[in-house]
T-cell receptor, first 117, second 114 residues
Framework: AQTVTQSQPEMSVQEAETVTLSCTYDTSESDYYLFWYKQPPSRQMILVIRQEAYKQQNATENRFSVNFQKAAKSFSLKISDSQLGDAAMYFCAYRSALSTNTDKLIFGTGTRLQVFP | NAGVMQNPRHLVRRRGQEARLRCSPMKGHSHVYWYRQLPEEGLKFMVYLQKENIIDESGMPKERFSAEFPKEGPSILRIQQVVRGDSAAYFC????????????FGNGTRLTVT
């Protein structure tokens, strides 16, 4: 069974600085998707970024980028130029790409990010 | 285009009562997923449904929990004879098709069992 581990329960960053959130996962599959979701106090789950395992190039979305290391099964999220609105819980998630599986996501336990002015 | 709509936003039930949580997927989405989030934890998959079919219920407790997604109307997650351990946030997500479609989440229903 696949597992997702986020070893940092809490992180903090100064406004305008850069922060990296860690995520590791365990799977025997070769084809899969990885995601970072943001959950602000409103509770809504917002997709931040997505990575296909077959792509070597790291995904980037504006100030958000990932460092995907397939061999190490590591998928960290870098937030550049941090803003107060980035404060939230961040969840790393895995989804199999096998046709026999459903689209269910497997989530880590989350990292709470605080942003200080 | 309205997003995934869940109601109620908050639900309080006494032990032994029934809880019914509703989810209207985004327009054009025929795939619905239910997840449960316990306090200070990540979301845990419960069930995956398509219209009138349960595709994967591997995350559903064997007793007291059921889900449906009828041809017309919202998806319903039903919890019978609730216990304190059922207190959690329940999230619904939808997608237009199987594979390669990102999930769109609702804002969740927070269930409190007193």
């Amino acid at each position: 069974a696949q597992t997702v581990t986020q070893s940092q329960p809490e992180m903090s960053v100064q406004e305008a600085e850069t922060v990296t959130l860690s995520c590791t996962y365990d799977t025997s599959e070769s084809d899969y998707y990885l995601f970072w979701y943001k959950q602000p106090p409103s509770r809504q789950m917002i997709l931040v970024i997505r990575q296909e395992a077959y792509k070597q190039q790291n995904a980037t979305e504006n100030r958000f980028s990932v460092n995907f290391q397939k061999a190490a099964k590591s998928f960290s999220l870098k937030i550049s130029d941090s803003q107060l609105g980035d404060a939230a819980m961040y969840f790393c998630a895995y989804r199999s790409a096998l046709s026999t599986n459903t689209d269910k996501l497997i989530f880590g336990t989350g990292t709470r990010l605080q942003v200080f002015p | 285009n309205a997003g995934v709509m869940q109601n109620p936003r908050h639900l309080v039930r006494r032990r032994g009562q029934e809880a019914r949580l509703r989810c209207s997927p985004m327009k054009g989405h025929s795939h619905v997923y239910w997840y449960r989030q316990l306090p200070e934890e990540g979301l845990k998959f419960m069930v995956y449904l398509q219209k009138e079919n349960i595709i994967d219920e591997s995350g559903m407790p064997k007793e007291r929990f059921s889900a449906e997604f009828p041809k017309e109307g919202p998806s319903i997650l039903r919890i019978q004879q609730v216990v304190r351990g059922d207190s959690a946030a329940y999230f619904c997500a939808s997608s237009p098709s199987f594979r390669d479609s990102p999930l769109h989440f609702g804002n969740g229903t927070r269930l409190t069992v007193t």
